[in-house]
């Protein structure tokens, strides 16, 4: 990674999801920052790259992924996880703390920091767990996680079922302004590894009913709503929960959202040859959810997208269904997936889509607001909208390859971009 | 190169001889019992009983075995076989089984042909006709009633042809 | 002709004619198995493998006599439960089967997938005898010859399966395979017995015994579950019996023509009152019977390859 004084990106067409639209428009970096965007700068002694027919956006956040360290550092670690997240054009990353030891003090969320830092690869802003030990009975010490730098608790993984913590949880992160995000599922169903419904009825699946997320879902709204406090609901899969959510906002309620790729990619049919590639919690579900997913990123219903990047040994997940770890690794596809799904599909404008990746999540999150405007940090990646391309196991970052994408031909490509002083290229500009 | 080797009439007249082989050579026909081997086998089994149950006050008894599922080549076939089944109603044990078939060549039919009668129970004995006889044997098997022996080559093809299977009667020598 | 299919998983993957194949070539085993040495050497030299993960002893049995009937050198390994999760994953056991290279597999197991899972890595042919609530194909295939026989052909015949459908295999399996066979499938039972969407598979739904029995040719009976459910599906047996179980009383209502069968084993005073074995329409040991000879005719067919498409 060089260290130019000047970087001088000629003729891109520069994302501004805050303001919602696209433009081309030179942006001239300096110092890790952003010094002069508009139309053809002239910036002598810079090093000048070529951005005609790409695009430049700021670089996404993924609110929710798992970096596996500490413990199981033979899935993951936060090195790897990093750079596989740059590699997805993600320069912000928030790790949810469902570790071993989870992340419940300061002294842990101090590790993470430091650890990313003498990686060097995307920034790392940790979330803190809401109960020690993630044990889900005493809060944790969410005051000092929050002045070593957690931007949120959540305990996810595992959703909060006992309605008296959950709520103290909430009234509890006012102080320090915290968003808790809740994984929602009850607990009392019996273990389900499918969506219920027709598919799973056919496989004989143990079924995990969509109900168990959206009766969660409700009943954390209403506390949200009770408390006064903020509420930010994890990978929303089921319609339910989407109309649930449009009717908290409704209401006045502070809650927000995030979806993730697969949920408006896949259905419960891809299951059929029982591939573990393919098991998540929450499941996939039925069309008619993944459609009311998509309509709710369209509408603002759903305020983010993240990736929950879940990697698992190859060892862990060649087992039968049924005991199968749950997740995928996301870092790499989610971009070129949404594209696919969402601005390609008409069902969002790209700037809107790529607010939903940068400007929500930071606004949630309470983290600088990332735009491509004199001062701002040179934090940006350039993306190549015209590639298709096929994603294969020997191009992957992440240190774990469970994936159910491979194979798939993949619209949109992240083709490099900036973190400050440093440049990293997956692709020749060119 | 197609050639009649046998034509219609003379077919007749090889199962009437055969027939009277057969009876001579047993002393008549009591405890005689007929086994056709599918497919051609059958057809002719019935044919010999029939002639053979003209001079007697009872029918003759006739079955039919498959051998599909007793040949050695199964490693070798290029199709699985569906076995269509073997139709033995009657009791074999002490019976004198005339075993039949259309034609014999290598014997290995023959010998999977005997390994599944004995499966059935224990004759009194198992003899052999066979209605043509293109030698080129790959196991110690000899008929010992034959309609006609035909000296042929490896490649050569040779079509029997039966009314009740094929509408006519005859048997054809293809020279490649 | 070679079948279309290399291993055995599901009837789902079956077609019709693929069914109907399996169920003709049944019939000359059939009469293998009744002469006085019922053995043929079709597969001598082969080596067939049951792996049951879950306990059974009449379909390990019944898979058993059929390999050795066809000359076939079987083996049997039965895992107890807890040796499962202390043990070799499935992984290893597939590699360490493939290793010692045996030409099919026949396996049982807990989870569904588990034949699939196999079936990707190994070799050898691979025959599921049921994975968890999934499929147990050669049972439908033994019941639809077994209904064959009695009835000729199940088009158009309205057939009924009474019981924890929701739990069962046996359900899943002969719902598709007696559908693509052409009959009208229903299924009654409490609704907690009754799965999601069951409807969109083709069937009728009652949750009343009596609605619907009279107006059937054949009631499929199904086990209570005892081992694969959570039991606050029901309140009692004795609720169930008298109003889901196939009593004395029900049956001497019944049509004479109208078959009965069961997957077995039965729980009897449960799903069915102890003096049915006892009539003639009660077809549970010709099923036996068959079983046998299904699994001989799968056996066989698998053993002599498949057609490359």
């Known amino acids: ?430 | 190169m197609r050639q009649a080797v046998i034509d219609e009439q003379g077919l007749k007249t090889l199962v009437s001889q055969l027939a009277s082989d057969i009876s001579r050579r047993n002393r008549g026909v009591k405890n005689l019992v007929f086994v056709g081997i599918k497919r051609r086998g059958v057809p002719l089994a019935n044919r010999l009983a029939k002639e053979l149950s003209l001079n007697q006050k009872y029918r003759i008894p006739v079955g039919a075995i498959d051998i599909t599922l007793y040949r050695d080549d199964l490693q070798l076939v290029a199709e699985t076989p569906i076995c269509g089944g073997s139709e033995i109603d009657f009791d074999i044990n002490g019976r004198i089984i005339v075993l039949v078939d259309d034609l014999i060549y290598t014997g290995r039919t023959v010998r999977a042909a005997l390994t599944e009668l004995l499966d059935f129970g224990r004759p009194k004995s198992i003899q052999l006709a066979v209605l043509v006889d293109r030698g080129h044997r790959e196991l110690p098997i000899e008929p010992n009633f034959v309609g006609r022996t035909i000296k042929t080559r490896h490649d050569d093809l040779v079509d029997i042809y039966l009314v009740e299977e094929d509408g006519t009667d005859g048997v054809f020598l293809t020279r490649r | 002709m070679k079948p279309r299919f290399k291993h055995l998983l599901g009837i789902e993957l079956l077609t019709r004619s693929d069914i109907i194949g399996i169920l003709d070539q049944t019939e000359s085993f059939l009469e293998v198995l009744k002469r006085p040495i019922p053995v043929v050497p079709a597969l001598r030299g082969k080596t067939i493998v049951n792996l049951f993960f879950e306990p059974s002893t009449r379909t390990a049995l019944s898979f058993s006599l059929a390999a050795s009937r066809l000359s076939a050198h079987c083996v049997n390994f039965s895992f107890p439960s807890s040796s499962v999760q202390k043990g070799e994953t499935l992984l290893d056991t597939a590699r360490n089967i493939e290793a010692m290279r045996v030409d099919g597999v026949v396996v049982r197991h807990s989870m569904p997938g588990a034949p699939h899972f196999l079936a990707r890595r190994l070799k050898a042919f691979v025959v599921n005898a049921g994975d968890g609530c999934h499929e147990h194909p050669t049972q439908a295939l033994l019941d639809a010859f077994t209904l064959r026989q009695h009835l000729g052909s199940l088009k158009g015949k309205r057939i009924l399966f009474v019981g924890d459908i929701a739990h069962s295999r046996v359900a899943r399996s002969n719902i598709i395979c007696f559908s693509k066979l052409g009959a009208r499938v229903a299924v009654c039972g409490p609704p907690t017995f009754l799965p999601t969407d069951i409807e969109k598979l083709g069937c009728e739904v009652f949750y009343r015994l009596d609605k619907i029995l009279y107006e059937v040719d054949v009631v499929n009976m199904l086990r209570v579950q005892n081992e694969r459910t959570d039991l606050s599906l029901f309140p009692s047996i004795r609720e169930y019996r008298a109003l889901y179980g196939l009593t004395r009383e029900r049956l001497s209502k019944l049509d004479k023509s109208v078959l009965v069968i069961h997957p077995g084993p039965v729980n009897w005073g449960v799903e069915m009152d102890f003096e049915i074995a006892e009539f003639p329409q009660t077809l549970i040991l010709n099923q036996v019977t068959n079983g046998v000879a299904v699994r001989m005719a799968v056996l066989y067919l698998l053993a002599g390859g498949h057609e490359e498409t």
């Open chain 1, 1 to 430: 990674m060089k260290k130019p004084e000047r970087v001088l990106l000629a003729g891109g067409r520069v994302v501004d999801p805050g303001n919602r639209r696209v433009r081309i428009w030179d942006v001239l970096i300096q110092d890790g920052r952003i010094a002069k965007v508009g139309k053809q700068l002239r910036a002598t002694g810079a090093q000048r790259i070529d951005c005609r027919g790409k695009h430049i956006a700021p670089g996404f956040i993924d609110m929710h992924c798992h970096l596996r360290e500490p413990g199981q550092e033979d899935a993951e670690t936060i090195a790897t996880g990093t750079k596989a997240a740059l590699a997805g054009g993600f320069t912000k990353v928030c790790p949810m703390p469902n570790t071993d030891p989870p992340i419940d003090s300061e002294a842990l969320v101090r590790f993470e920091l430091a650890r990313a830092k003498e990686a060097g690869f995307a920034r790392v802003y940790p979330i803190g767990s809401c109960t020690k030990a993630r044990a889900g009975k005493e809060l944790a010490e969410i005051g000092s996680m929050k002045q070593a730098g957690a931007v949120a608790v959540s305990d996810d993984g595992s959703w909060v079922d006992d309605p008296q913590v959950m709520r103290r949880v909430l009234e509890y992160c006012k102080a320090f302004d915290l968003p808790v995000i809740s994984h929602c599922e009850l607990t009392g169903f019996p273990y389900g590894v499918a969506n219920e419904g027709l598919v799973s009825t056919r496989l004989g699946l143990a079924a995990g009913p969509d109900v168990s997320e959206s009766a969660a879902a409700a009943r954390d709204i209403l506390l949200a709503e009770f408390t006064r406090a903020r509420l930010h609901i994890a990978h929303v899969s089921c319609a339910a929960t989407v109309s649930l959510i449009r009717w908290a906002k409704a209401r006045g309620v502070q809650v927000t959202a995030e979806t993730c790729p697969h949920y408006f990619t896949l259905t419960d049919a891809a299951l059929e040859t029982f591939d573990t590639n393919f098991k998540v919690n929450p499941p996939l579900r039925t069309d008619k959810d993944r459609q009311a997913v998509i309509d709710g990123l369209a509408d603002g219903t759903i305020d983010a997208i993240a990736t929950d990047h879940a990697p698992h040994t190859k060892s862990a997940k060649e087992v039968e269904f049924d005991i199968a770890p749950a997740g995928f690794i996301g870092f790499e596809t989610a971009f070129s997936l949404g594209y696919e799904q969402l601005v390609l599909a008409k069902k969002l404008s790209l700037a809107d889509y790529v607010s939903r990746m940068t400007t929500a999540p930071a606004r949630i999150l309470g983290l600088p607001m990332p735009c491509l405007q004199p001062g701002a940090d040179a934090d940006l990646v350039i993306l190549d909208l015209k590639a298709r391309w096929t994603w294969t196991r020997d191009q992957v970052f992440s240190r774990s390859q469970n994936s159910p994408f491979f194979g798939r031909q993949l619209h949109g490509r992240v083709i490099g971009g900036f973190l400050g002083h440093k440049q990293f290229w997956f692709l020749h500009p060119a």
